[in-house]
């Protein structure tokens, strides 16, 4: 979750991380559900590939966007950021434009499930707090909402409900214990059926229980929603 240098923006003004593409696996057309899997830092779809390999949760369409540079903004998520910093707001069109793809080929987003690890995560966790709405499911591994330490924020709206899982160790080097509580109290408030799992620890990763409960929320949702 270090700050990077990002990518020089294109001249043109297009979104770059649209420009990156994306990747797609699993089931085709009649999957139940569909994950927006969105990958961390120095990171790729192939990772997420790699995630969901490990999870093997059947009745999936994947698609894992690829961020311009391996970052979706260059700043730790918790900086403060230059007021004509467009990183951001590209990520988050990012994540709109692709949540519309997956509706247009039929999965709105009562069936897509977001997941997210480290930056990924973050990026998500601000997205669903901006849009809050019942999606099929919302996995955050490793992240909070977007916004320097002092930034005032609020969020409000209603999930109905959406199953969710915010997992994470107590003391991560990146991703402070504090601003997955923040996190959670918004998420809680805003109508998520939320778990909560904090291990002990300081490791930057997805543990084997952070794994597990994700690959049931998974589950849990394909059953759920059933086929198409």
């Known amino acids: ?38 990958h961390g830092r120095t990171q790729s779809p192939d990772d997420m590939r790699a995630l969901a390999e490990r999870l093997d949760v059947e009745g999936l369409r994947w698609l894992a966007p690829a961020a311009a540079g391996q970052s979706w903004y260059p700043y730790g998520f918790m900086e403060e950021r230059p007021d004509d910093d467009p990183w951001l707001t590209w990520s ?33 966790a601000h997205w669903a707090l901006l849009h809050p709405r019942r999606y099929a499911g919302l996995v955050l591994l490793t992240g909070g909402y ?26 991560d080097p990146w991703v402070p214990r504090t601003r997955m509580a923040q996190t959670e109290g918004w998420l809680r408030g805003m109508g998520a059926q939320l778990t909560s799992l904090i291990e002990p620890g300081s490791e930057h990763e997805v543990t084997g229980t952070a794994a597990e409960l994700t690959a049931r929320l998974l589950r849990h949702t394909v059953s759920a929603t059933g086929r198409r």
Not at 9 to 31: M, V, Y
């Open 1 to 38: 979750m270090t700050s990077s240098a990002a990518p020089a923006p294109p001249r043109s003004g297009e979104n770059p991380h649209l420009a990156a593409g994306a990747e797609c696996w699993g089931e085709e057309e009649d999957a139940p559900v569909a994950v927006l899997a969105v």
């Open 146 to 171: 977007v916004g320097a330490e002092r930034e005032e924020v609020s969020f409000s709206g209603d999930f109905g409900a959406t199953p969710a899982l915010l997992a994470g160790c107590e003391d």
């Open 92 to 124: 988050l069109e990012a994540v709109d434009e692709h949540l519309g793809r997956l509706g247009a080929a039929g999965w709105p987003p009562e069936r897509v499930v977001l997941l997210g690890f480290s930056q990924g995560a973050c990026l998500l």
